[in-house]
């Protein structure tokens, strides 16, 4: 069964360190991968996605992931927090195979940022 | 545009009491689904639909109902509340049914049944 892990529910940074959201996939055949964030008391929105091509991919607000298929992993980064980053941060995998149109959402990691 | 809008923002209803929570989107988007949010449990899918006229259930349908007689609508049915429905519901709408698209979400409704 395929499946989305989302290590550290919570984590916390200070202001300027670098932010590591772990996310690690099982997929028995090669998978889309998507970051979504939310902003307390608002709805989800797409950080960045991978989809083919290059694996690291670049998101808005200086967020990036790279997709490593020999560590199943899609790990999020950012070199420098902002207190703005605080947010929920979700991971979902989506398998395009045959009738199967379902995302696979991890349970999410909250991020708080500290001045 | 607008985006995806859901009405109301929230809700508090009595067990037993039926509800339809609004979600409409002005982006032409042919796939549209409902997720509840509860602590701990991430995203659960509940109803989606690839086009007008075609629904199908996701992954916890039961004590809801859903409909799309448009493109634009989809709305879902609380047809006997229970206290295990309080949850945060989302809408979001995406270009088409496959999920390489992204996904756009509503503000949310925050339901709580007593």
């Known amino acids: 069964a395929q499946s989305v892990t989302q290590l550290g529910s919570h984590v916390s940074v200070s202001e300027g360190a670098l932010v590591l959201l772990r996310c690690n996939y099982s997929s028995s055949v090669p998978p889309y991968l998507f970051w979504y964030v939310q902003y307390p008391n608002q709805g989800l929105q797409l950080l960045l996605k991978y989809t083919t091509g290059a694996t690291l991919v670049k998101g808005i607000n200086g967020f990036e992931a790279e997709f490593k298929k020999s560590e199943t992993s899609f790990h999020l980064t950012k070199p420098s927090a902002h207190m703005s980053d605080a947010a929920e941060y979700f991971c979902?995998?989506?398998?395009?195979?045959?009738?199967?149109?379902?995302?696979?959402w991890g349970l999410g990691t909250s991020l708080a940022v500290n001045p | 545009n607008a985006g995806v809008t859901q009405t109301p923002k929230f809700q508090v209803l009595k067990t037993g009491q039926s509800m339809t929570l609004q979600c409409a989107q002005d982006?032409?988007?042919?796939?549209m689904s409902w997720y509840r949010q509860d602590p701990g449990m991430g995203l659960r899918l509940i109803h989606y639909s690839v086009g007008a006229g075609i629904t199908d259930q996701g992954e916890v349908p039961n004590g809801y109902n859903v409909s799309r007689s448009t493109t634009e609508d989809f709305p879902l049915r609380l047809l006997s509340a229970a206290p295990s429905q309080t949850s945060v519901y989302f809408c979001a709408s995406s270009f088409s049914g496959t999920f390489t698209d992204t996904q756009y979400f509503g503000p949310g409704t925050r339901l709580t049944v007593l």
């Open positions: 982006m032409n988007h042919e796939y």
């Open positions: 979902a995998v989506s398998l395009n195979a045959g009738n199967n149109r379902k995302l696979i």
